[in-house]
């Protein structure tokens, strides 16, 4: 189930290039031999190249969608993700779970890379592990990686740097605000995670999240990509568990739970001087949650959307 997930998202990441006149996206490949899709630093990129992108990074283990959500939440776009494999596409895959540092570059790094790289503690608990030679993954940040940069995370990878693609988006662009709104059911698979929930007994997900309006303002573009999750995510979770552990663990399950929820995120993000790190990790959750228990036939609803921090968040202008 977990193997060849690098060759899955390479071939997610190969229609990209095929497309890449439609998709407004632009392909460079740096001496080392890293191949580099970028789309939305240098490039227009656009809803398509952000569905794409989005795809990647879940290595397509994924359908991800827009469509339209509740109204009187957000009028405009949602984006929609469905799979039945959620912890490959989510947790093996879409998970950030890779700060990339180098002097002054910092990028959150997703996607089936990180399962060459090997480092992180959720890939040891899941025993996951990628026995090919290749390393696939996305970068979240404003500016494209240098030969250097590409050849220091191909070696963290075990791979050489010819074997290393990487698809680059800044949130502020349209393409990267769909690739982080697209982590609606991630972020409840992540969060049940830390709350010791056996995320493996998690058979089928759906996710609705609002596409907020792109801004050039860093701080407000981390706003407005986390508000739609943190306020107006919605998730669905077949399961196949107890009832009385879904009871127990359910109420912290949603954003809600969180010491700092209740204000927009840009200015949660404000508070802590910008350091991301020092929000509290229970607090990226989506707004509700809905788990359904194959075994026994129950359901539950946690949590509740918040329009009003939507609206404050995304600053619609509204006009008779």
């Not at 071939?11 to 001496?31: D, F, I, K, M, S």
């Not at 010819?162 to 690739?179: D, E, F, H, K, Y």
């Not at 609002?210 to 998730?235: C, E, M, Q, S, W």
């Not at 009832?243 to 209740?262: M, N, V």
Request: aromatic share 8%; charged share 20%; with cysteine.
């Amino acid at each position: 189930m977990f193997d060849g997930l690098n060759q899955a998202a390479l071939g997610v990441y190969r229609q990209a290039v095929e497309n890449a006149c439609a998709l407004g996206v632009h392909e460079t490949v740096l001496p080392s031999g890293t191949h580099v899709l970028d789309f939305g630093v240098q490039v227009s990129g656009g809803l398509a190249a952000g569905l794409q992108l989005a795809r990647v990074c879940t290595a397509g283990r994924a359908n991800i969608e827009i469509g339209t959500g509740e109204r009187t939440v957000w009028r405009g776009p949602w984006v929609n993700v469905r799979t039945d494999q959620p912890v490959a596409a989510c947790m093996l895959s879409q998970y950030a779970g890779w700060p990339v540092k180098h002097e002054k570059f910092f990028a959150m790094g997703s996607g089936p890379m990180r399962l060459r790289r090997g480092r992180e503690e959720l890939l040891r608990e899941l025993s996951a592990v990628e026995p090919q030679p290749l390393a696939v993954g996305t970068l979240e940040c404003d500016q494209l990686p240098t030969c250097e940069i590409a050849r220091a995370m191909a070696e963290q990878c075990q791979v050489d740097a010819s074997s290393l693609w990487l698809a680059v988006a800044p949130t502020r662009s349209i393409a990267g605000s769909i690739q982080v709104v697209a982590r609606c059911v991630e972020t409840s698979l992540h969060k049940l995670h830390e709350l010791k929930f056996p995320i493996s007994s998690i058979t089928s997900a759906f996710g609705a999240a609002p596409l907020p309006p792109p801004t050039p303002n860093f701080a407000k573009g981390i706003g407005r990509t986390n508000d739609a999750i943190l306020y107006a995510g919605h998730v669905t979770l077949w399961v196949n568990s107890e009832d009385e552990l879904i009871e127990s663990i359910g109420p912290k399950l949603p954003s809600q739970a969180s010491r700092d929820y209740g204000s927009p995120f840009a200015d949660i993000f404000k508070s802590y001087n910008y350091d991301f790190y020092q929000v509290d990790p229970g607090l990226f959750s989506p707004a509700e949650v809905v788990m359904i228990n194959l075994k026994s036939g129950r359901s539950w609803r946690f949590g509740s959307l918040r329009p009003d921090l939507i609206s404050a968040s995304f600053g619609t202008v509204e006009c008779a």
